[in-house]
């Protein structure tokens, strides 16, 4: 399949209309709005799923060398990135350092539901990638947050305040956080004959939940565009286009030395690729309260996120094929 | 039926930042508080909206809390060490109560 | 089938049911309610499954001049409604010109989930209906704004004010306009294949769903009754019974013109003898303000819907089918 | 199957480990929450799908002299229970005689999710049950409360006031009462053929909204325990113990006398087991303002449920297994 | 504009007794009033939040009546007869309106 | 600490015409208002109820805005511009606010 049928089939998919859906009405004025309980169950929903799916395989094929190899390649990625990050806004930006160690936060860690839409993808192409990604998900989330931190700390005016327990606490108690985590858990306990009796609900519905949640993203998006338009300069959008995909590259490299399958290497790009619009954000909103919010969840939401869900992902399945096919 | 003046303080705060505020708010020895949903507003940072949003980050919330007036500057104080670096809106009224002790 | 036999099975339905349950809840003052934000789920996923299902039929089968005459039907029918309704309320009843008129905007456009129980009926009977008719719903919607307003106009007090514009904004761009539209067209761009990937939540669920909503439109629909109930005069409850069967005959004429099968038929008279309760009330409260909102929404859902839904759905399967059956 | 194995399936299952996977999120203090009307709709779908596959069951099955034994038997149960407690609780605790009567009259009633609980473990083990066992749980409801009253009415300073009606209005009118008896009419009427039509929806996913559910309901009762524990004094917490095994041991006999099967000798007890948390605290809080509500909801909710839920269960099966295994 | 003073009576009550109390708003002749949600709060009955919440037992609202001063002590009156037992807070404070026909 | 006297301008009026007011709020060059969800209410078209509603036909919203007195009656002119024909409660009253410049 060649990167443009992968693109046309990934556009055509009912997913990617009804996020187009969205933010067309958004950027219409349209009054459509997903009720906030409806939006946060869809999330829960969506977590999870993608947990308890993710653990049940787990169970089913056991800890590896090469799922120990993945995770840490996932958190090396989530502490490396923002260091790249930092670095390029630093050189390509205007923002301030706290800003920038903000923003190369939310680069560092992933967007679960970008993750969803790739595994949709592949699932809808019947590329089987490893079970065990959805762990390498979770454990990609929160290693970006120390990072943008630490690469915040010489520039804060307040002192440290020796808080730091207070806001790990707060990381990883995250809602969003425990609802993935647990639901592996579950999963990695209950096994495929626990995944067996709630098959219909986790499994059957996922994509029409998918199709909800998209809809809502672009009407989020398209009003997060519609209001954050002022913090993106040309700047702060290339690099919210460009970062994905060195993230993608990194990852790409270290998914061919690990070996994972043509699928598993797709996802770790994928994820490499996304930046966090959930978990992120509120961490830093607690730890680092001097940085403007507004200015990575418009990059994150309003430009990477539909640049992955449209372009990204059939670019990441393509040259995650092609990588792993043998010659 | 007698009244008698109490002080209504109104915060309308960042949602995140719920958990500290309510903190200090026990800290100051208040007798009890109240949060309301807000569904979306406009300030200097622009306009919000709850719809849709999965994250509390850039949703707001009010706060009331009734007290007695020799109390209003121990609360304000309290709040004011939370929110300075961060978006918030305080208010004081008078209003009148029935009865005064619970407060 | 007779239509004893119809209006039997229709009424041991378990849809009709819940309804039932709904208005006996309401009428007996029960503090059962269905919050807010879930019957605005129920109302999403609905119009989004309708117009998934609609849009994919249609890509199926392509676009045909039956379709063509079928909508201009629709348009007419949205167009001319509110006149015979007017004319109608003009003699019977003490309504204000402004308040006649918004009436008759409400009964020539249509009720989404008067549709969606027709086609869960015909469904249900294995009647089979041109998957389109979820286009002519739709096209049936706003047509009939523009009657009543223009009935409206040498009646108001208020100069027309040059907001025509800004109405048209409001009523085009209406949640529930952009949410069915919007999922007529990723119906047709993902077709039947897209169609596929989310039948279990679309499609299987779908009458499920429509318990839930049918329980919550009998609580509200029994709670309108109850506080509106000093608006529904003789003439006023009269009229929401028999502008129904109006609207449906002029329908099922049309449709023998047009040469639709059963089904269909019984379609198109089931939308005209529908009256809006969304999307009419919610542009008519913006565009004619003078106007009471609540007679309208009183006749229509306290009277019609459960008037359609009861009895009135059986009957215009029967007729569809004595008119379609050839001799 | 032995006890242990029972227990251990138990524990393992995806619904048990979602309720504790909701226990830690709250005792850890963490963000997670269940929107509320997300939590309602659960609640409304839980009750819809329990009153409406039993409803379905009696239509195929008819009514039978067991039906009527086995409801007089639950009516009994449910009268007589709160004298038991309030006796036990008199001579064991310091509460008040209002706020014992307000305890009793919890656990004479039932709690609709220890009986989805029962009935999911039941289908999992393919262990069948009387299908009419909900209209059981129906009739289970109410009673307890009357008896509740009636105890606590010589401690009363108030004058009886005579809201007697009033008070009867609002507790069979408790929505949940209503949605109960609501969709066990609904599937009596419709029957098998209208649960075929609503399967995928009631039937299929009810597994995994059962999981969603048991989430919140831990984080509810982690959070009701964190801040209730101040009432927990050590012979309310082992009376939230005790309770339970008496209801279900005097169910044990009365099922033994109606000779009931194996799993409706296990659903019975574990009615009787169960303490309400919905519809008596809501009848009660209007009925018995003196009572405070804090206490018997965090012994119902913090210590009862979760004690039936991770180890009453599986005991009341393996009991129910050996009393009605002929030797 | 000319503005005319009234007064604003703001009740904190239990959400299963709001049809309660609004039958005795009705029965003091009030105009009428609006309930407004309330999410989270804090008393001397300890904190709770509407999260996750199925039954409305130990949930609050906020109920807000617009009134005539010469009306505030029949609702106060009307009020304290139902939560007299019940956890309940009523605050009065001025407001101007504009149109005073309405109250 | 020291306060500053602001006023409070409090509306309760229908959701569908919300955004037509904050528009209104925009053009008198307020500094930012937040919008309360209300869930029921009566007044003299009757009582209603969000509970079960899909349409926002016949819903009420509040807006709360804090503004400089100056800035009242260009408010409140702006505000009965669009209220006129529509079902609105307007009231005005007197908060102390500690940081001024904001509004
Ligand atoms: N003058 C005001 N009156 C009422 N609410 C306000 C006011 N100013 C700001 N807010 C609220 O506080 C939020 C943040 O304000 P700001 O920090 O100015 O962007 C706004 O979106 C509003 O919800
Ligand atoms: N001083 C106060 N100011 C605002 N709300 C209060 C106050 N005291 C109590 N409340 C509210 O009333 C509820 C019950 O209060 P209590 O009966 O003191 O536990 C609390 O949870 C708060 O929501
Ligand atoms: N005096 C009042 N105090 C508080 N809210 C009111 C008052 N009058 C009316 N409302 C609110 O405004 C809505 C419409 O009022 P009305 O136009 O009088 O029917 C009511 O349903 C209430 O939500
Ligand atoms: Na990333
Ligand atoms: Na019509
Ligand atoms: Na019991």
Chains 1, 3, 4 share one sequence.
């Not at chain 1, 680069?107 to 969803?116: C, D, E, K, M, P």
């Not at chain 1, 199709?211 to 702060?236: E, H, I, P, W």
């Not at chain 1, 418009?298 to 539909?306: A, K």
């Amino acid at each position: 399949m060649t990167l443009t049928d992968l693109a046309a089939q990934n556009l055509l998919s009912p997913m990617v209309l009804f996020f187009a859906v969205g933010l067309f009405a958004a950027f219409a004025k349209s009054d459509l709005t997903v009720p906030e309980p409806v939006a946060k169950l869809l999330s829960l929903y969506l977590l999870m799923s993608i947990g308890f799916r993710g653990g049940a395989e787990v169970a089913h094929h056991g800890l590896t060398v090469q799922l120990a190899g993945t995770i840490g390649a996932g958190i090396l990625l989530s502490f490396a990135m923002p260091f790249v990050a930092y670095t390029i806004l630093k050189r390509t930006s205007r923002l301030s350092a706290v800003d920038a160690a903000a923003v190369a936060g939310h680069y560092g860690s992933i967007s679960a539901v970008t993750f969803a839409a790739v595994t949709g993808a592949l699932n809808q192409l019947s590329v089987p990638f490893e079970g065990y990604m959805v762990a390498v998900a979770a454990a990609m989330e929160t290693p970006a947050i120390i990072s943008a931190l630490n690469l915040a700390r010489p520039h804060r005016d307040q002192p440290a305040s020796g808080n730091g327990n207070h806001v790990w606490r707060e990381v990883l108690l995250n809602g969003s956080v425990i609802t993935l985590l647990g639901a592996l858990v579950v999963g990695m306990i209950s096994g495929p004959k626990g995944l067996a009796t709630v098959k219909p609900f986790f499994v059957d519905l996922f994509p029409g939940f998918l199709c909800l949640f998209l809809l809502d993203m672009g009407l989020v998006a398209g009003r997060g565009l519609n209001q954050g338009r002022k913090y993106l300069t040309a700047s702060l959008g290339i690099f919210a286009v460009i970062m994905p995909l060195i993230g993608a590259s990194i990852a790409a490299a270290l998914a061919f030395a690990i070996g994972l399958s043509a699928g598993g290497t797709a996802v770790l790009m994928t994820l490499a690729a996304s930046a966090s619009y959930i978990a992120v954000p509120a961490a830093l909103r607690l730890a680092l309260p001097e940085a403007n919010p507004a200015i990575p969840l418009t990059m994150s939401l309003g430009v990477t996120f539909p640049f992955n869900l449209l372009l990204g992902i059939p670019l990441y399945i393509a040259v995650a094929n092609a990588i792993t096919t043998p010659h | 039926m007698q009244t008698h003046p109490k002080k209504r303080i109104d915060l309308i705060i960042e949602m995140p930042l719920l958990r500290r505020i309510t903190e200090r708010f026990d800290k100051a020895g208040v007798s009890g508080y109240s949060v309301l949903p807000i569904v979306a507003g406009r300030g200097q940072s622009g306009e919000w909206s709850a719809g849709g949003q999965v994250s509390e980050v850039g949703q707001m919330a009010a706060i009331i809390c009734i007290v007695d007036a020799g109390k209003v500057d121990a609360v304000l104080e309290e709040v004011f060490a939370v929110i300075r670096k961060q978006i918030g809106l305080v208010t004081v009224s008078d209003v009148s109560v029935v009865r005064p002790e619970r407060f």
